[in-house]
């Protein structure tokens, strides 16, 4: 009787817990790779039974993905305009926040990038360029649209070789299979990235802006933790991170 009734003590005191501990999924660009795993850590050490699982890839896949039903409960886009497109359809449960402006870089394993221009893409010596593809991944679309602003998208244009999304571009480049490769400026800045190869920086003048936003789909509406991340976003340890992965960060909310 004594050791049912220490069972039924030790069952009761683990049912808060258990009850507390919640789940979330998150959708989020592939350009985040590096900055939303160190914010996951930092938010897990407040919020150790909670379980966050992020999925990274390209945002255009997600954004269908997500109107066919996709079991995301948050979807950080590199591209505002997909979770704007959610939203006004009626698959978002929160507004559209934006949570920084990316850029794209030149950046090679095997050559110095740091001194290189979209011009220096031509040289007949570079026969392999990877960017994302810019049918679905808004860092490709940007450097497609960099490409043609600077007149030489018809030049490189047979050297393209299209990763599915900017991390997989950025694998491209890392492995060799192509000498150089149009990526995020935040994967670049990864230690695993920037111990391999220098970038440099291309003028955000010749593309439309990167303005990148997220919100909590309409399956997660009254999901306490999915709003509770949502606002870690907005904190200052999580916009540290941000800025430290070189994303332009929009301005930070007004205290309330």
């Known amino acids: 009787m004594k050791l049912f009734s220490s069972l039924l003590l030790a069952c009761a005191l683990a049912l808060p817990v258990a009850a507390h501990a919640e789940k979330i999924t998150i959708a989020a660009a592939a350009d985040l790779k590096f900055a939303m795993d160190d914010i996951v850590a930092t938010f897990k050490k407040s919020n150790p039974s ?29 591209d505002i305009g997909f979770p704007r497109e ?4 009626g698959a978002a449960s929160s507004e559209v926040r934006p949570y920084a402006i990316g850029r794209i870089v030149l950046w090679s394993a095997t050559m110095d990038a740091s001194k290189m221009t979209l011009a220096s893409l031509t040289d007949a010596k570079i026969t392999r360029i990877a960017i994302a593809n810019p049918k679905h991944a808004p860092y490709g679309k940007r450097a497609e649209e960099a490409l043609r602003a600077a007149g030489l998208w018809d030049k490189v244009e047979p050297k393209l070789v299209y990763g599915e999304n900017i991390a997989q571009t950025a694998q491209y480049a890392q492995s060799g299979n192509a000498q150089v490769g149009i990526i995020a400026l935040s994967l670049a800045l990864n230690a ?21 936003g997220y919100i909590i789909t309409k399956r997660a509406a009254g999901n306490a933790l ?24 929009p301005a930070a909310p007004a205290a309330k």
Do not use: C, W
């Open 50 to 78: 909670d379980e966050v699982s992020v999925v990274y890839g390209s945002s255009g896949n997600f954004n269908t993905q997500i109107q066919q039903g996709a079991p995301y409960d948050l979807f950080f886009s590199a």
């Open 86 to 89: 959610l939203a006004k359809n």
């Open 192 to 212: 695993e990235l920037s111990s391999k190869g220098g970038y440099a920086l291309i003028p955000d003048t010749l593309h439309e802006p990167l303005e990148q």
């Open 226 to 249: 999915a709003t509770r991340f949502a606002d870690y976003m907005e904190s200052k340890p999580a916009r540290t991170l941000m800025t430290r992965y070189g994303f332009v960060l």
